[in-house]
């Protein structure tokens, strides 16, 4: 490799940006006299093109003076790679890069008369000023102006989820009670519907069920507390007690005293909220009095004991006349075993 011939080949204008990157493999080969004799197929993954494109610039090469080839044989008489010779003695192109026209290039008629043309005052008669200029005070330092618009920095705390084994604590329960009852005195849709610790207790554990049980980016919160104050509000006035007229089974409290208005009480041990509920309403439309219980039926079919007669078996007569029965059917069949049999 020469870097003369790499230097030759580099100030060298061809017109194309793939005649110059052939040019550029050739010389990457050539000795210091620009001889070499890469092949076809190097000089294409070398400049990253294709055979036939590099065979198409080399003969555009040739025909412009840049290079000569030259056929080259094995001592078998097969062809090999062409041999090249650069022409170092071509002069190097000149290249004009365009200057941008400086200020002492314009004529003193282009210079502009007055600087106040490109002044950002020039719009503004003598002793006025721009609006919005920051006042400088007595000692001429610039006074800092906030921008309009700029708010505090927002927290960037990560939330976390709620704990599985959560529970109300007495200061949640204590502001749910109270604010319930405010509600209650001063907005109309509240009215009457204070929470009592049981309701609050029941919605506590709704609480607890829905953002345990919730997935996802959503369910994570910056702020419980805050959180559970949402969910009371959202949640409305305690609904269901016989003052509010509201349904029964929308709160324990009220299911249960219609239970026991009904006569059905509380419920059982192991019997679920659905069930007691069911035997409530059952209740309620049997006249407000619990349905007597249903008599269990067994699905087992009735087994029917055989008489006395079927215990002693056959008697001795239905004996005697099987017995003469079979003694005829073995005599018939011997019978005819012992018969020749006839052709037809």
């Not at 197929?41 to 070398?46: G, H, I, P, T």
């Not at 007690?241 to 419920?267: D, H, I, Q, R």
Request: glycine residues 8%.
């Amino acid at each position: 490799m020469s870097f003369d011939a790499l230097a030759w080949a580099w100030n060298q204008k061809t017109g194309s940006a793939g005649r110059k990157a052939t040019l550029m493999g050739v010389a990457q080969f050539a000795d210091e006299d620009g001889y070499c004799w890469p092949g076809q197929r190097m000089l294409a993954e070398y400049t990253e093109q294709g055979e036939r494109t590099v065979r198409d610039h080399l003969v555009w090469l040739e025909a412009n003076g840049y290079l000569t080839r030259c056929a080259r044989k094995r001592p078998d008489g097969t062809n090999a790679s062409d041999a090249y010779y650069l022409n170092l003695q071509k002069p190097a192109a000149e290249f004009k890069t365009k200057r941008k026209k400086q200020p002492a290039d314009f004529a003193a008629s282009e210079k502009p008369k007055n600087n106040r043309q490109n002044s950002p005052t020039a719009d503004f008669a003598d002793g006025e000023k721009l609006q919005n200029q920051p006042a400088k005070s007595a000692g001429h330092e610039p006074v800092i102006v906030k921008p309009k618009g700029l708010t505090e920095p927002v927290s960037t705390a990560r939330g976390s989820r709620l704990p599985s084994d959560w529970e109300l604590k007495t200061e949640w329960l204590d502001w749910t009670t109270t604010s319930t009852a405010r509600f209650a005195e001063e907005l109309d849709e509240w009215k009457d519907g204070a929470w009592s610790v049981q309701h609050t207790l029941f919605e506590a554990e709704k609480f607890r069920d829905y953002w345990t049980a919730k997935s996802g980016k959503d369910a994570s919160r910056t702020d419980w507390p805050a959180t559970w104050r949402n969910w009371v509000r959202k949640a409305g006035p305690m609904r269901g007690t016989k003052k509010s007229g509201g349904a029964w089974w929308l709160a324990p409290e009220s299911a249960l005293a219609k239970a026991n208005e009904v006569g059905v009480g509380p419920a059982l041990r192991g019997e679920s909220d659905a069930q007691w509920h069911a035997r409530i309403r059952a209740a309620i439309d049997n006249g407000g009095k619990p349905p007597a219980p249903r008599a269990i039926q067994s699905a087992a079919p009735q087994m029917t004991l055989p008489n006395e007669d079927e215990k002693r078996g056959p008697s001795p007569a239905s004996r005697a006349s099987l017995s003469e029965s079979l003694a005829l059917l073995r005599a018939r069949n011997a019978g005819a075993l012992s018969q020749p049999s006839q052709q037809p």
